[in-house]
Each structure stands twice: as C-alpha cells, then as structure tokens.
C-alpha cells in the first residue's frame, strides 16, 4: 500500500493578547483564611446496611449509656445493622459568624455498604491540626448524590451551625503605617509589577499615589489610608482591573489525551517527520503554500496543533509530536505530563 506523504509549512504567526482581569480573581487577602474542619460521627437509621460491629457499636453503646444513664449497658446488648462510624468534613469560611451555617461531607470509614437513608447525630466539629476547640456543630439528614456508584459518601446542605467565631485579622501596622497584603493566587514577577502599576495609575480611586508595593513575585502591600471605610476601600480595590502575565507551560494528560496550551508557547524554526506528517516550520517552500507572517517572534504553539488537527492527526500523533519539539528544543515554554 502506497503512503500518501502530507506537508504542513507554517511561517512566524505572533499572537500578543492580553487579558485584563480583577483583583479579586486573582488574589486573595492575606489573614482571610477559610478553616477546614472534621469530626468523628455516628449515623442511625440505615435500613441493614451499616457496620454492624466494631466503632460503630462501640459508639452507639457510649451514646446510649450518655443518654439512658445505664453504665451497665454493654455492646452485647446492641446487635444492630442499622448504624456506622464516620468522618465529617466541613469548611468554615473566613468571616464567618455564630449561628452560621455550612455544608457538611459525610464518609464512611468502617463497614457499612450505604448511607442512605441515614441520620447524623450530633458532631462537634475542630480545626485540622492540634487545636480541639469546638467551631461548629454537625447533625441531620444525610443526601447521598450517587447511590449505585458511591453510596457510603453524603452530603448534609447547610448541615453544621458555627459555633466559634475564628478572628480575622487582614489589616496589618508596620511603623504606625496600616496596609494589607494581596497574595496572588499563582505568583509572578510581571503580574505582581502590572497589579503595583494599576493601583497608582488610578487616578480616580486612590489619587495617583503610591501607596502599592510588591514585596515579591507574590505579595503586594497595599497602604490603607487614613480615615477611609475600610469596607469600601477593599471592595473599590478588588475591583481594579489588571493585566493578567501567565508562563508559557503546556499540560498533557497522556490518559484521558487531554491537552492545555498557555498562551505564551511559542515553537522556533523546526522541521519534524512523524508518520506520513512532515511539519515545516517557519521556511518558506516552494513546494507548498505558507501564510503570510512577520519574523518577530515564533509560531503559537496552538496555530500548529490547530492545522494538525484539521488533518485529522491523531491524539497520540500530537501529544508525540509536542514531545518531540521540546525534545529539539525548538518550543519555548514548560512541558508538565499528568
């Protein structure tokens, strides 16, 4: 069988595209932490399809001796199918005020075959780590999402009410001078500079002065002046938009054939073979019609993965492909494999 042999010639294509985006998407305020939270558990009312035995009898008997003020009740005396022992998870929001209420996670960690059907009995729900303070209270209904694929895994809507207020404190004082500090959710150099940029450029909200200073690639220091509503001052702050620099990185998943392309990655001058593909870029052939470019900078990386896939080229044939470029060190960016 005769191989049909197919040539892609791509000049120098240069996209420069930059994208402008809030404060608050890409920051967070240092001190406005959200608490994970968990807890030891007990669920009734299963219909025979819990633990049976062990912690959960165990429990169930601690409850029932607290309840009925019977110490002499032993686990010989609880042959039930019907509870099981569980972890409960939670996130307590920063600023979170008593009497609040947060979702609950609820799992199985012994026997039990389904949580339908079940009811949480009253958890007391701590801080993850050394601290055993109460910071809220867990009990209800359980809802399990997917009975046939997970049934030991539920969910409890608003399920636990805060009962332990954790102190935020997001304004700080280094020499009688008040700021807070933006830590940017994926640190770098250009974007911290924009975000210090932005802020003294508008004019309008915070008069031109320079009152940002980025400490690193992702920190920036933001002076909170005298006299102002602190609410407002944050609020107008996080609503500055900024020019948003992201690194050149392409993610592959080898199993599901999944691939990200950033905006930054470029290919250098390169000719490739693969199969029946023969790639051309950034030459000029007679043999082929090319596209009309400037020489400034490499071609987009996606521009190339664009007309591979116009050729019907195979998942495989591009992942091998990208691989190979970075391998000639012809692409310019991070290659990350999952």
């Given at each position: 069988m005769k191989r049909c042999l197919l040539t892609i010639a791509v000049l120098f294509l240069a996209a420069d595209a930059a994208f402008a985006e809030r404060l608050k998407?890409?920051?967070?305020?240092?001190?406005?932490?959200d608490n994970d939270l968990k807890g030891f558990g007990l669920v009734i009312g299963l219909k025979g399809t819990g633990d049976g035995k062990g912690l959960a009898t165990s429990a169930m008997k601690s409850v029932l001796q607290r309840l009925l003020k019977d110490n002499n009740l032993s686990e010989a005396d609880i042959q039930s199918k019907n509870v099981a022992i569980v972890l409960v998870t939670a996130t307590l929001p920063a600023f979170s005020k008593?009497?609040?209420?947060i979702d609950v996670k609820v799992?199985?960690?012994?026997?039990?075959?389904?949580?339908?059907?079940?009811v949480l009995l009253e958890t007391h729900l701590v801080p993850?780590?050394?601290?055993?303070?109460?910071?809220?209270?867990?009990?209800?209904?359980?809802?399990?999402?997917d009975d046939e694929n997970h049934p030991t895994v539920a969910e409890i809507p608003n399920g636990a009410t805060v009962v332990e207020e954790e102190p935020t404190d997001i304004i700080h004082e280094n020499d009688g001078v008040r700021h807070i500090s933006l830590l940017l959710n994926h640190p770098d150099y250009t974007t911290a500079n924009n975000i210090v940029e932005a802020i003294s450029n508008d004019a309008q909200l915070f008069g031109g002065g320079n009152i940002a200073r980025a400490a690193n690639a992702g920190q920036v220091d933001v002076i909170v002046p005298e006299g102002v509503d602190e609410v407002s001052f944050i609020s107008t702050?996080?609503?500055v938009t900024v020019q948003v620099d992201n690194a050149a990185k392409v993610v592959i998943n080898q199993r599901t054939k999944t691939i990200i392309i950033g905006e930054h990655?470029?290919?250098l001058p390169v000719a490739i073979s693969h199969g029946n593909l023969r790639i051309t870029i950034g030459r000029e052939e007679k043999s082929v019609t090319?596209?009309?470019?400037?020489?400034?900078e490499g071609t987009p990386l996606q521009r190339i993965v664009d007309m591979l896939n116009a050729v019907k080229a195979t998942p495989d044939?591009?992942?091998?492909?990208i691989q190979a470029l970075k391998a000639a060190g012809a692409l310019q960016g991070e290659i990350i494999l999952r």
């Amino acid at each position: 069988m005769k191989r049909c042999l197919l040539t892609i010639a791509v000049l120098f294509l240069a996209a420069d595209a930059a994208f402008a985006e809030r404060l608050k998407d890409i920051v967070r305020i240092e001190g406005a932490v959200d608490n994970d939270l968990k807890g030891f558990g007990l669920v009734i009312g299963l219909k025979g399809t819990g633990d049976g035995k062990g912690l959960a009898t165990s429990a169930m008997k601690s409850v029932l001796q607290r309840l009925l003020k019977d110490n002499n009740l032993s686990e010989a005396d609880i042959q039930s199918k019907n509870v099981a022992i569980v972890l409960v998870t939670a996130t307590l929001p920063a600023f979170s005020k008593i009497g609040g209420k947060i979702d609950v996670k609820v799992s199985s960690i012994g026997n039990a075959s389904s949580l339908q059907g079940g009811v949480l009995l009253e958890t007391h729900l701590v801080p993850v780590g050394p601290l055993d303070e109460v910071y809220a209270v867990a009990q209800g209904p359980l809802l399990v999402g997917d009975d046939e694929n997970h049934p030991t895994v539920a969910e409890i809507p608003n399920g636990a009410t805060v009962v332990e207020e954790e102190p935020t404190d997001i304004i700080h004082e280094n020499d009688g001078v008040r700021h807070i500090s933006l830590l940017l959710n994926h640190p770098d150099y250009t974007t911290a500079n924009n975000i210090v940029e932005a802020i003294s450029n508008d004019a309008q909200l915070f008069g031109g002065g320079n009152i940002a200073r980025a400490a690193n690639a992702g920190q920036v220091d933001v002076i909170v002046p005298e006299g102002v509503d602190e609410v407002s001052f944050i609020s107008t702050l996080l609503d500055v938009t900024v020019q948003v620099d992201n690194a050149a990185k392409v993610v592959i998943n080898q199993r599901t054939k999944t691939i990200i392309i950033g905006e930054h990655v470029t290919v250098l001058p390169v000719a490739i073979s693969h199969g029946n593909l023969r790639i051309t870029i950034g030459r000029e052939e007679k043999s082929v019609t090319t596209l009309d470019a400037t020489e400034d900078e490499g071609t987009p990386l996606q521009r190339i993965v664009d007309m591979l896939n116009a050729v019907k080229a195979t998942p495989d044939d591009v992942i091998a492909i990208i691989q190979a470029l970075k391998a000639a060190g012809a692409l310019q960016g991070e290659i990350i494999l999952r």
